[in-house]
């Protein structure tokens, strides 16, 4: 397990040739909002690893108050220069100690990264309110484009971590399965379970030759077909309704 100061010292890394906000990466993140608001209740918001920002634009546009904790501090200090009236935290999931609860926690490409996720899913149940929601977004093992890499040769196993992985500091590729287990170790209730962006080719090659109206009708056919979408979500909560 990696001292505080390596995980910092890795997020830095990472976070100055981040490609979060690039790309296939952007619309991505764009239709997880569409998605994720939905399911978003009360006052109080809590975004996990917003990076450099892309969801917590729109986040902060909703009404409410809005939290958010990054472990790397020059994405914090853009994103409180870019929104001075929300709260930025500096700090490791795991050492951060809220001073009140949340209705909303939101956690977009976050369980990929940490190393223990069942740990940080029992933190962050422990933060929301009384009838409080956690969605969680992340990419999946079987969508389609890991699926035809496979047959194609270009990756072992549908879960081994390809080079776009490594680049963004993952440490795991969920499939459908083993992301619903890791909210029910947490000891959290899934209330939904879904998927989004039916992608059957990689970004640089959508990229190339896609418009935008191919690219937000494939998001929205994930929605259909979530065990084989390029992202899966989970919205939870702490109790039974």
């Known amino acids: 397990m990696k001292s505080s ?22 619309y991505s993140i764009h239709h997880s909002f569409q998605v994720l608001s939905r399911f ?11 990076a450099e920002g892309v969801m917590t634009d729109q986040l902060a546009g909703l009404d409410g108050d809005l939290t958010v904790v990054e472990g790397a501090e020059i994405f914090c200090e853009d994103l409180k220069r870019r929104h001075p009236n929300i709260t930025v935290v500096h700090s490791l999931f795991e050492e951060f100690r809220p001073a009140h609860s949340f209705d909303t926690i939101v956690m977009g490409h976050v369980l990929e990264h940490v190393e223990d996720p069942v740990a940080i899913l029992r933190l962050a149940g422990s933060w929301l309110s009384n009838g409080g929601r956690i969605f969680a977004a992340v ?18 196993f549908e879960e081994t971590l390809n080079d776009l992985d490594r680049h963004h500091g993952h440490r795991r ?21 879904g998927g989004y962006w039916l992608k059957p080719l990689n970004n640089n090659q959508i990229e190339q030759t896609w418009n935008d109206s191919m690219i937000e009708a494939f998001m929205q056919l994930g929605e ?10 989970v919205v939870a909560s702490a109790n039974s309704l």
């Open 40 to 50: 978003v209740r009360g006052e109080k918001l809590l975004e996990l690893g917003p």
């Open 173 to 193: 590729v969920f499939n459908p399965e083993t992301f619903r287990h890791a909210f029910l170790e947490a000891g959290l209730t899934i209330e939904v379970f």
């Open 224 to 233: 259909r077909y979530p065990d084989i979408a390029g992202e899966i979500y």
């Open 139 to 156: 990419p999946n093992s079987r969508s389609l484009h890991r699926q035809a890499a496979v047959l194609m040769g270009l990756l072992p």
């Open 5 to 26: 100061r390596e995980e910092r010292e890795d997020l830095l890394r990472i976070a100055r040739n981040s490609q979060y906000a690039k790309g296939m990466n952007t």
